[in-house]
């Protein structure tokens, strides 16, 4: 007993020696980012690992840093900032059915040791595929070539050299005019994107007015993504036509006069994540 | 006491492992950050990812089940259609599509057709629709289904005339609802036809039911006729319902002649062979399919089907004189096309019947053959295609004529003076008077 006395007091009292701060919960949250520098330097990727980790599953380091991947969001992933601070903005317009140019939003800055309040949206933006995908050429409406975001990493999108993770790097060359424009469902991403044909128009537009994400963002990911979907189905299975027999003395003819769609048949697909 | 500080200490160290472990944000829609790859030649997009249950039923068709979801919805060998494609660095925006398009049949079936690739690098042939792929008025207008093709056309529920091919050529189901007169009635005295009149309506409604899938396409054979038109076919097969179901058929029209001691109409003919049109009562069932129908509706593709009756029954010489090979599939005609004046199988007197006196008075055999003007075609030019063939019928339906040898002695008043009172109802009743 007086031993286990003894040894306690030798603990309270080596504890009480080595212990001299104030034990904080959530240590290092005085540890500010500095955030004067140009372009973003908050680490998106300590939150959002999963996303870092996704986009990096698409195509091996390796072959991103030889410049061999044709993937251009592959070489995104410590590009945030490219799509969730983009200048560029599309807000598609029910009246004329196509989207149209708008003014970006302004983000929260703290470049050059001042600092821009953000309006619309603080750090990061969550954006529509269109904001990209349904530019015809910026036109000079956003200057993004000058946008301080994404100033120097022209070649991410556009192919051509930089340096990528610290490499310098080549990638195949993509163009410039309509290069990423999500054309062929008549939404005005190029000025001969008709759409008429389109089988899946339905599907954007019906995204468009759904909430659930932003713009035609459900149909857009739930096809170019691995995201797992679950549709529900109801197809005509029958269709419903009435023939009358037209006739006088003299002539005749079998007259089609309707066809309708009769019976569906509903049933469930899962494309698997 | 113990036992509840060893609760209390796990308590808290799972507590902290969580607190540890969960500092990462939860994401919704996992997977919306790893983008398919679609740089490669051709398409990446798994269409059937989301398709499985298409993919299912072109995998149970008896046609197209080899080529592949682009072969079709990404065609653009007539429609000069751009879809969009990431194919190598490059990305072409879509114009008319983006990812897949909804094809006409007829964009690979018509004029001559096309050919493309199947899944396994062949080049393959898509036929022509014959007729209906023929420009924008689908071809002759003796096509019998040319007005669903064009009312299909103008209809919204398919893109193009599409509703009228998948009726026909995969299991879509569907039901018809047909209105049509219910019977005529007229008189002929010396070949000559007076007071005709049309009565009544007959709705006839038809159910096929199919399994309903618009991707399960069906070989041509698998094609019934007689599933459209089951009006005809009961008539066919069940013969007259009124008063009583009894052996003879509207639809199948017999020569009349005599039908000797055996009492048939079947092979007891003076031509020694079976008659072209007539059906057995005993092989209704079994004979009553398209190939029944393309002996009148599509007689060169019953010739090209049938050598032997080729042959027997001159059906090359027959095609000559019918526009069967300006249709699809069918024929709306007229039993002039074969049998009016100057046709290969023109109406000809009865080479088995009484020369003599067989109790009208001589010529018996005679029938309407050489009446000036031409009885049939009389028929075909003076009245309107839907009742000709029951005017017709209104004699030759087999029990309408008495099938004793020799007429029971009421010969002469058609073969030699050309007289009857005729009442017939249309199909699939048909049942008809003739006094």
């Known amino acids: ?273 | 006491m113990r036992k509840r500080i060893m609760i209390l200490i796990l308590f808290f160290g799972v507590a902290s492992l969580t607190f540890f472990a969960s500092t990462d944000v939860i994401s919704l829609f996992a997977g919306q950050h790893s983008f398919i790859n679609i740089s490669g030649e051709g398409n990446q997009i798994d269409c059937v990812a989301c398709h499985h249950h298409i993919a299912d039923e072109l995998n149970h068709s008896m046609i197209h089940a080899d080529l592949s979801c682009e072969a079709c919805h990404r065609f653009n060998g007539t429609t000069d259609i751009t879809f969009a494609s990431g194919d190598r660095s490059h990305s072409i925006p879509g114009k008319e599509a983006h990812a897949a398009y909804t094809p006409r049949c007829l964009d690979c079936h018509g004029g001559n057709g096309v050919w493309i690739e199947n899944k396994t690098g062949s080049s393959v042939h898509a036929p022509p629709a014959r007729a209906f792929g023929e420009g924008e008025h689908y071809g002759s207008n003796y096509s019998a289904h040319k007005t669903l093709v064009l009312k299909a056309n103008a209809s919204n529920t398919s893109i193009g005339e599409n509703e009228a091919c998948l009726v026909c050529h995969t299991n879509y189901s569907c039901k018809i609802s047909y209105s049509y007169f219910y019977n005529i009635d007229y008189n002929i005295s010396n070949w000559n036809i007076s007071s005709f009149s049309f009565n009544g309506t007959r709705n006839y409604d038809i159910q096929w039911n199919k399994s309903g899938a618009k991707h399960e396409f069906l070989k041509l054979s698998d094609i019934k006729c007689t599933k459209c038109h089951k009006n005809i076919y009961d008539a066919l097969v069940n013969g007259t319902s009124n008063p009583s179901n009894e052996n003879y058929l509207t639809h199948a029209p017999i020569e009349i002649d005599s039908t000797g001691s055996s009492k048939n109409w079947d092979t007891d003919n003076p031509w020694g062979h079976y008659r072209y049109h007539y059906i057995p009562d005993a092989n209704r069932t079994e004979w009553v399919n398209n190939s029944y129908c393309f002996r009148c509706h599509n007689v060169n593709k019953y010739a090209s089907e049938h050598s032997s009756e080729n042959a027997t029954y001159d059906l090359g010489n027959v095609t000559e004189d019918t526009n069967s090979t300006e249709v699809h599939c069918a024929e709306a005609l007229t039993c002039a096309s074969c049998h009016g004046s100057g046709r290969t199988k023109e109406v000809i007197d009865n080479p088995d019947g009484p020369g003599g006196d067989g109790g009208g008075g001589g010529d018996e055999k005679k029938g309407h053959s050489g009446t000036t003007p031409d009885f049939v075609d009389e028929v075909a030019s003076n009245y309107a295609r839907t009742f000709n063939g029951d005017i017709c019928m209104g004699c030759h339906e087999a029990a309408v004529h008495p099938d004793g040898n020799g007429g029971e002695g009421q010969c002469s008043r058609c073969h030699k003076y050309g007289n009857a009172v005729v009442s017939i109802e249309s199909e699939p009743s048909g049942y008809a008077t003739n006094t």
């Open chain 1, 1 to 273: 007993m007086k031993r286990m006395i003894m040894l306690a007091i030798a603990l309270l009292a080596i504890s009480i020696f080595v212990l001299p701060v104030t034990l904080s919960l959530f240590s290092g949250q005085h540890c500010w980012y500095d955030i004067s520098l140009q372009k973003n330097q908050i680490p998106c990727k300590k939150c959002h690992a999963d996303v870092y980790e996704e986009i990096m599953s698409m195509e091996p380091l390796n072959k991103k840093i030889a410049g061999q991947s044709n993937s251009p969001h592959s070489y995104m992933d410590e590009n945030c900032e490219l799509c969730h601070r983009t200048c560029f903005n599309m807000t598609y317009n029910s009246g004329t059915g196509k989207y149209e140019k708008s003014p970006g939003f302004t983000y929260a800055s703290g470049k050059d040791g001042g600092s821009t309040p953000g309006v619309e949206a603080h750090a990061a933006s969550t954006i529509e595929c269109m904001d990209c995908h349904g530019i015809p050429a910026d036109g000079g409406y956003w200057n993004h070539w000058s946008y301080e975001e994404y100033d120097g990493w022209c070649f991410l999108c556009h192919g051509g050299s930089g340096y990528y993770r610290g490499q310098y790097t080549t990638i195949p060359g993509r163009g410039y005019n309509d290069f990423i424009s999500a054309g062929g469902f008549g939404l005005g991403t190029t000025s001969t994107d008709t759409g008429e044909h389109a089988a899946h128009k339905a599907f954007v537009l019906d995204s468009i007015n759904d909430t659930e994400l932003e713009g035609s963002n459900e149909a857009c990911i739930a096809c170019h993504t691995k995201i797992r979907v679950e549709s529900n189905f109801n197809v005509t299975s029958s269709l419903m036509i009435s023939v009358n027999d037209s006739y006088n003395l003299s002539a005749s003819y079998w007259n089609v006069v309707n066809i309708s769609p009769d019976g569906y048949i509903t049933y469930k697909e899962v494309k698997e994540g």
